[in-house]
């Protein structure tokens, strides 16, 4: 099941305006999986001097992830909020050379760009702002998550005119495949013909 806002609400992360507040902000980690706690176990070398001591710490007590209030598997936190997988860069835009000063970044994704290991990040993390919700027979959900924190990513994605089905292009194939993605894609032409969006 697909909520309606991933047709017609727009998206596209704006790093300079939020500096990945994402990563550092909720009160539990990311959901995660069994088979990504072990992708993440299996990446701990390559991304352990990125983190803090701290986060180092948690990890060593209780591990890369844990069962949060609701039961459900969610990564490890530093602080009652900050993912252990947080850390800090300077990013200079590609596009116009602008620094974006003290970005959080998260350590699993920047090694896997700089091509240290073979995966990237917990699919809920790529899927932001879409949350998967699962249902009794196998059935999954896609709703929209508004976070005040994201407002630049709104208004960005606005300027754009990206809505969050094509934002979200590459994770979405990642976890439902190229076959879904497509059909998704169709759907959205056969409600654009109709002029139910854009």
Same mark, same amino acid.
């Given at each position: ?15 300079? +305006? ?16 069994? #088979? ?8 701990? #070398?390559?991304?352990?001097?990125? &983190?803090?001591?701290?986060?180092? *710490?948690?990890? #060593? ?27 800090? @860069? ?14 959080? &970044?998260?350590?699993? @994704? =920047? ?6 290991? *073979?995966?990237? !990040?917990?699919? *809920? ?5 879409? $949350?998967? !919700? $699962? ?33 979200? =292009?590459?994770?979405?194939?990642? =976890?439902?495949?190229? +076959?879904?993605?497509? @059909? ?7 409600? =654009? ?6």
């Amino acid at each position: 099941m697909v909520s309606p806002d991933i047709f017609t609400e727009h998206f596209c992360c704006d790093l300079d +305006a939020c500096k990945g507040q994402c990563c550092i902000e909720g009160d539990a980690g990311a959901p995660v999986t069994l #088979d990504e706690i072990g992708a993440i176990e299996d990446c701990l #070398d390559e991304v352990w001097t990125d &983190l803090s001591a701290t986060a180092q *710490s948690v990890i #060593d007590k209780q591990g890369v992830a844990y069962s949060d209030a609701e039961g459900d598997l969610v990564t490890s936190i530093v602080g009652g909020k900050d993912c252990v997988f947080t850390c800090y @860069e300077d990013l200079t835009d590609r596009s116009d050379g602008h620094t974006i000063s003290h970005c959080c &970044l998260c350590a699993l @994704e =920047r090694a896997y760009r700089q091509e240290k290991t *073979s995966w990237c !990040k917990p699919i *809920s993390c790529a899927l932001y702002p879409l $949350r998967e !919700k $699962r249902f009794p027979g196998g059935l999954i959900g896609l709703n929209y998550h508004r976070w005040d924190i994201c407002r630049g990513g709104v208004k960005k994605g606005k300027e754009l005119r990206l809505p969050l089905y094509r934002f979200l =292009r590459e994770p979405l194939t990642r =976890r439902f495949g190229e +076959a879904w993605y497509q @059909e998704l894609c169709d759907v959205a032409e056969q409600l =654009r013909q109709q002029g139910l969006i854009e």
